[in-house]
């Protein structure tokens, strides 16, 4: 029974049997791991059914916890939408296929999607033909397929011939023959195992892995790695035990070598506490010359202490470089001559004091302590040059420097050190030297170092490696691939270790610290740090920091990307915020990983919110990447109305830089959003988009292609097919042109749905065009009864007003002429005085009889807008597309009767179509 187990990210397979063991080496995407003992597959849900296929069901067996992963695996898959192509491209396959139809290349365990090429990348062993020939069917097409058909033969029969011999092996061990026990067992040698000599090694490796293909090279690798693993921490192991010893015998017998026998130190007859005392009061030029000449004929074991009072004047007298200087030597010579512990006491006390003199003079600051050094290099990694002026930073340096290199600095006062190797890194970078991330990472992982200040550190290393002068550079910026060179796989386990104890003493810090440790891995591979890992970083963030929504795109940014989409949007929600925020030019390539690895966890999310609002917020410079968004809105769920959203907006004019697409480009968008949703069936998306490819041919002068896209719709869904045969007959009938076939056509559609919504838009066609009433005739009257028109009177109409918003000249100039025979004043708007906005509804909202909105030229959102302008002030209000003058005249002259002859008891409400 082979012995499935789940990680994070991965499964692990164990292999009991040799015959097994061939299999999975086989099997797209494994990797044995030595450490482990198993293979690693990834966490896929192809996995499981190819587990299925290779195994059978009964014969592998995997957790409870991964049970709804497991029966997910087993639904079955659906068939290809389009073409698919693969190629080989020697180290991997290499498949082109529809968005549609990426879950049937998803059945290939160890898929990648690469973004850049917009292809996935598969792993080149024979089982993933054979996948994606299942899938596929006849729609797989193999670039160069003889030679690549050729060549799965060819390993299938060599996998073949290695799996027989296993199985043999097998055999034989379960009859306990003689040497055979065990051997099948034992996937692969373990490092630690009893040496083998190189004759035998050698066989061995050749057996497992000749002829070298891809699977036998990664699974030698992964021996060495695992190898290397063990020999690093051992090592370091020892280096750690033999550190904090050595540290800690040193300061066990510098501070308790020998008990002092007596308050005097040796030189007898020098009393150095009374000299002490004098210089507190008394440091003049005759106390420190006294105290040299003293010095240059003192006996070895008397010049540490004449040092350390040097030191002390140079330090009464404000010179703390010398003062540290002299200091230094003091404690250098105590190696030649015992201090008295008092004096060193008060020496290192001043020297601690000189030490941040000195820093704080460097950066700029006017203090002696911690608290000034510290917030300065605080606020000068978060924006450059609010904590210390350039100029102090560049004649300081020096001084920094010497308190680097100062072992003193670093025994005496940790702290100062610490900070003084933190203010060397800040220093170089802001004069445009070079800071070695590994250096700077090492910093941050050195435990004698202060939590607060490798805190410190730790965003800095994210400025380095952002390429960024300071932090505000980066934050709330997409995070441009860094071209991180380095492994960085500890910055996660090393913040979270050092954030907390930070925060104790500098809250402000943890949540910056967070932030940066965050920014680092969003780059990094996605074993960079763990989902836990993510979640506890954000932690550290507070809820109503302006940071958090970041902060949580950055920790789910690779997650998404890898197909982790488990989750997010509770978990992460700042993800989803911040990606509607971002222009599509900068996000997209990050988006169609995702899109394209994800298993239906946060497509309709991004699909349905994040494209339209980043499309609306920022808009589109990369048409191409725009045309690669619709089509990826196509294949998913509520993909009608995100179409529409986006034809609307390029249709309005509200998303930015959509100008640039030309009429095709329009076109195609406007037909994609019509195909999805005659495909979902959807009414009112289906009838947004049909009236919205009318606008466009209408807007582009190319009227004589409505007729041929009402017929496309003849066969479709009953609501489109009730629509275009209504449009068509409207449009032949104004053009007179032939349209008996098209009544004959619509008589019958509406037969067969009687209840159909548009029956109502029928029987009013039937009232407004006369030639449809008299060809009707009886199976006309049967459907719709008898439509009866209504005459106004002569002069009945004069004098009233009507706005018409929309509209092309040569509708206009035919229409208005009929409209002022009846006596009503006509104020019209084309089309793009109605996109203007403001005055449309002005005019909407002014003092007018009838306001007819053609929403046959004007887009949906405008209409809207001025339909509920005339709402507010009461006016009556008309909105339907027109395809010609006859029925645009009926239909004034209908809602001016009504509104007439209704009465003021009883308003009726608005009349729309």
């Known amino acids: 029974m082979l012995e499935i187990r789940a990680e994070e990210n991965r499964l692990l397979a164990a292999p009991s049997l040799a015959s097994e063991r061939v299999m999975l080496r086989y099997f797209p995407g494994a990797r044995w791991v030595p450490a482990r003992g198993a293979f690693s597959l990834p966490r896929q849900t192809g996995v499981y059914r190819l587990l299925d296929e290779l195994f059978g069901p009964e014969n592998w067996r995997a957790p409870s916890d991964l049970g709804e992963e497991v029966q997910e695996a087993r639904k079955p898959a659906g068939a290809p939408t389009a073409d698919a192509v693969l190629e080989d491209a020697e180290s991997e396959f290499s498949v082109h296929c529809a968005f549609a139809d990426k879950e049937l290349v998803k059945r290939v365990p160890g898929y990648r999607w690469v973004p850049p090429e917009r292809r996935w990348r598969l792993p080149r062993v024979p089982l993933t033909v054979r996948v994606l020939q299942q899938v596929f069917g006849e729609r797989l097409v193999i670039a160069d397929g003889e030679r690549v058909l050729a060549w799965c033969a060819a390993e299938e029969q060599r996998i073949d011939a290695d799996r027989q011999a296993a199985e043999r092996e097998d055999a034989a061990a379960a009859e306990g023959a003689p040497g055979a026990v065990g051997q099948a067992a034992v996937p692969a040698p373990e490092a630690g195992d009893e040496p083998a000599g190189p004759a035998v090694v050698f066989a061995r490796e050749a057996s497992a892995a000749a002829p070298i293909d891809g699977a036998g090279l990664l699974e030698r690798l992964d021996r060495l790695t695992a190898a290397l693993e063990r020999l690093v921490e051992a090592l370091e192991s020892g280096q750690a035990t033999a550190g904090a010893g050595t540290f800690g015998g040193g300061e066990e017998t510098v501070g308790n070598a020998e008990p002092e026998a007596e308050s005097v130190p040796p030189g007898g007859a020098f009393d150095w506490r009374a000299e002490l005392e004098r210089l507190r009061g008394e440091h003049d030029e005759a106390a420190r010359l006294a105290l040299a000449g003293r010095l240059e004929n003192a006996e070895a074991d008397e010049r540490a202490t004449l040092m350390a009072l040097l030191g002390v004047w140079h330090f009464y007298n404000q010179q703390h470089d010398e003062a540290l200087r002299m200091l230094r030597r003091a404690f250098a010579a105590e190696r030649d001559g015992r201090m008295d512990p008092d004096l060193e006491a008060e020496a290192g006390r001043v020297f601690q004091k000189c030490g941040w003199r000195v820093l704080n003079r460097a950066l700029g600051q006017d203090g002696e302590r911690f608290a000034e050094a510290y917030a300065a290099l605080l606020s000068e990694v978060q924006r450059a040059g609010s904590g210390v002026p350039e100029a102090r930073f560049r004649e300081g340096l020096g001084a920094v420097t010497e308190l680097v290199e100062d ?122 740090a763990t989902r836990d890992q993510r979640r506890r970083l954000l932690r550290q963030i507070e809820t109503d920091n302006q940071l958090r929504g970041y902060a949580e795109f950055l920790a789910a940014f690779r997650l998404a990307a890898d197909g982790d989409g488990r989750g997010l949007e509770k978990e992460f929600k700042g993800y989803f915020d911040y990606l509607a925020q971002v222009p599509l030019d900068d996000s997209w390539e990050h988006l169609s990983e995702v899109l394209a690895n994800d298993s239906g966890h946060v497509t309709d999310k991004v699909i349905d919110e994040v494209l339209p609002c980043a499309l609306e917020a920022r808009g589109i410079r990369d048409l191409g990447a725009l045309s690669e968004a619709v089509e990826f809105a196509a294949a998913t769920q509520r993909g009608d109305n995100t179409l529409n959203r986006i034809a609307d907006g390029i249709e309005e004019g509200t998303i930015p830089g959509a100008d640039a697409l030309d009429g095709e480009q329009r076109l195609k968008i406007f037909r994609k959003a019509l195909e999805v949703a005659e495909k979902k069936k959807h009414d009112k998306d289906a009838d947004q988009a049909f009236q919205r490819l009318v606008r466009e041919y209408l807007r582009q002068g190319r009227e004589g292609e409505i007729p041929n896209l009402c017929e496309t719709c003849f066969d479709s869904f009953p609501y489109l097919r009730e629509r275009a045969v209504l449009a068509a007959l409207e449009w032949a009938v104004e053009r007179e042109e032939p349209f008996e076939e098209l009544l004959e056509r619509a008589i019958a559609v509406f037969r067969q749905r009687k209840s159909s919504p548009l029956l109502d838009d029928f029987r009013a066609l039937s009232i407004y065009l006369p030639p449809i009433r008299e060809a009707g005739g009886e199976k006309l009257h049967e459907l719709l009864g008898t439509p009866v028109a209504k005459e106004a009177a002569a002069g009945a109409l004069k004098g009233k007003s009507v706005l018409v918003v929309g509209g092309h000249p040569s509708l206009q100039a035919k229409a208005v002429p009929r409209l002022e025979e009846l006596g009503l004043k006509v ?87």
């Open 407 to 528: 072992t003193q600095a670093a025994r005496r006062e940790p702290n100062l050190h610490g900070l003084a190797r933190l203010a060397q890194f800040v220093g170089k970078q802001r004069s445009g030297d070079h800071v070695g991330e590994e250096r700077l990472g090492e910093f941050v992982r050195d435990g004698q170092v202060a939590a607060d200040i490798r805190a410190l550190g730790l965003v800095l290393l994210a400025n380095v490696l952002y390429r960024a002068g300071d932090m505000s550079e980066w934050q709330m910026q997409w995070p441009v691939d860094p071209r991180i060179a380095g492994d960085f796989a500890w910055a996660a386990e090393t913040a979270l270790e050092l954030i907390p104890e930070a925060a104790r003493t500098h809250q402000e810090v943890a949540s910056a610290a967070a932030v940066a440790a965050l920014a680092i891995i969003a780059r990094g591979p996605r074993e960079w």
């Open 827 to 913: 104020d019209w708007l084309d089309a793009d005085a109605a996109k203007q906005g403001d005055r449309a509804v002005d005019r909407a909202r002014g003092s007018v009889d009838l306001v007819v909105v053609n929403t046959g030229y004007i887009s949906h959102a405008a209409s809207g807008r001025v339909t509920k302008a005339a709402d507010s002030a009461d006016n009556r209000v008309v909105a339907r597309a027109f395809a010609g003058p006859q029925v645009l005249v009926a239909v004034v002259q209908a809602a001016l009767l009504a509104e007439r002859e209704k009465s003021t008891k009883a308003p009726r409400p608005p009349l729309r179509r």
